[in-house]
């Protein structure tokens, strides 16, 4: 019974600095933008405002900044060197070939989308991270799938690349 | 009454439609207390400050959705109505954060800008598989002293997860519209646009009013068509 007990209150005190550590952000704020389209890039007009709030959330979900802000809100000048901004573009749309998808398979006939993004920081508007996405999916799929997978990318890719530029530093 | 081949026929006819008929009322969704859902700001959005403290008088909330009926937000499962019409829920919303940072002003005599909002939006939008909310509004900003106005564009978006119960549905849908309000505000309050609005039609306090204009010279712009 003591040794159990014992066992416990170790393991407590082991694991309780991991419990009780909050991470800290590494950025005070950072703003997504809608992401224009380039020429001949066809998508619905919903499309931009989906992958923008998709983006939003998963800003928010990432915990890496103190505060997701809204597009062209002001931010205090002390507040801009801590402070990123998302700017992209919705390269191409291919809708894809339900037929091709399905007499051809193995990838054939698939619906895609690229997104360049970059993000820089607010005061210097220096380059941190550029963003290649390349999201591909059935093309019975609503497009708005593709809009929550290239989200998921984005802040993946910049969560990499913070964590790994982070690490760099110290 | 004739029960023939035509006349059995004729009495099908009949009896379908009117199948039809009652089958689509039904379809129809009622507000009632248990499907009625109150919309308002969870916390009051702090607006940004300007070089000198601006007094504000909201003028009108006007429609411009196009919707027929503003206060059904979600039609499946028996409905989600508001408790309250989007133009009366947004004028609240904006009257209480100005009121907050005591930018409200008590009269139309007494303030520094005339507000009038033109709601485009205001609920979900289409979405796969979850609930999109989205709150779209023009503000149209008017110095009362110069009769010049500008308008300004402000959206919020939101997105909820899904929910199986009638009773998740409700709050994911109550607190994804919130969100999605408070949003919108927010990109109103402490947006770029309204302090480049600001900067541009604010006069310091000691200019003399300018002399009565044409009514259709410094009108406010018809807001009819929503900005892109």
């Known amino acids: 019974m003591k040794v159990t007990l014992l066992a416990l209150a170790t393991l407590l005190i082991w694991t309780a600095p991991a419990l009780a550590k909050d991470p800290q952000p590494q950025y005070k704020s950072i703003e997504a933008k809608h992401f224009p389209r380039a020429e001949g890039v066809e998508l619905s007009p919903a499309f931009s405002d989906y992958l923008y709030a998709e983006l939003r959330a998963e800003l928010t979900k990432a915990k890496l900044f103190g505060q997701v802000i809204g597009e062209d809100e002001v931010v205090d000048t002390a507040d801009a060197p801590k402070s990123l901004v998302i700017v992209g573009t919705i390269t191409e749309f291919k809708k894809g070939s339900v037929v091709k998808d399905a007499l051809i398979g193995f990838g054939a006939g698939m619906r895609s989308l690229k997104v360049d993004a970059n993000a820089a920081r607010r005061s210097d508007q220096q380059n941190l991270t550029a963003i290649h996405v390349h999201v591909k999916v059935s093309p019975r799929w609503d497009e708005k799938v593709m809009a929550r997978f290239a989200a998921k990318n984005i802040v993946k890719q910049l969560k990499d690349s913070l964590k790994s530029e982070a690490k760099a530093a110290s | 009454?004739?029960?023939?081949?035509?006349?059995?026929?004729?009495?099908?006819?009949?009896?379908?439609?009117?199948?039809?008929?009652?089958?689509?009322?039904?379809?129809?969704?009622?507000?009632?207390?248990?499907?009625?859902?109150?919309?308002?700001?969870?916390?009051?959005?702090?607006?940004?400050?300007?070089?000198?403290?601006?007094?504000?008088?909201?003028?009108?909330?006007?429609?411009?959705?196009?919707?027929?009926?503003?206060?059904?937000?979600?039609?499946?499962?028996?409905?989600?109505?508001?408790?309250?019409?989007?133009?009366?829920?947004?004028?609240?919303?904006?009257?209480?954060?100005?009121?907050?940072?005591?930018?409200?002003?008590?009269?139309?005599?007494?303030?520094?800008?005339?507000?009038?909002?033109?709601?485009?939006?205001?609920?979900?939008?289409?979405?796969?598989?979850?609930?999109?909310?989205?709150?779209?509004?023009a503000v149209a900003l008017k110095n009362p002293k110069t009769k010049k106005s500008q308008q300004i564009s402000a959206s919020g978006t939101s997105i909820a997860g899904v929910a199986v119960r009638k009773k998740n549905i409700q709050k994911n849908v109550q607190e994804d519209i919130e969100n999605a309000f408070g949003d919108a505000l927010r990109n109103l309050l402490r947006g770029v646009k309204l302090r480049d609005a600001i900067t541009a039609l604010d006069v310091p306090a000691d200019v003399p009013e300018a002399p009565a204009q044409p009514a259709a010279a410094g009108a406010a712009p018809a807001a009819t068509e929503k900005p892109r």
């Open chain 2, 1 to 137: 009454m004739s029960f023939g081949r035509g006349g059995s026929m004729k009495w099908c006819v009949l009896i379908i439609c009117s199948l039809l008929a009652a089958n689509a009322r039904a379809e129809d969704p009622k507000p009632t207390p248990e499907n009625t859902i109150h919309v308002q700001l969870a916390e009051a959005v702090k607006p940004q400050t300007f070089s000198r403290p601006l007094k504000f008088f909201l003028v009108d909330v006007v429609d411009r959705s196009g919707s027929a009926q503003p206060m059904m937000v979600f039609k499946p499962r028996g409905g989600i109505f508001l408790d309250r019409t989007p133009t009366e829920i947004t004028r609240a919303g904006l009257e209480t954060c100005l009121k907050s940072a005591d930018m409200l002003a008590k009269d139309r005599d007494s303030a520094d800008f005339l507000l009038t909002v033109y709601l485009f939006h205001f609920g979900l939008s289409d979405s796969f598989a979850d609930f999109f909310g989205k709150v779209e509004f």
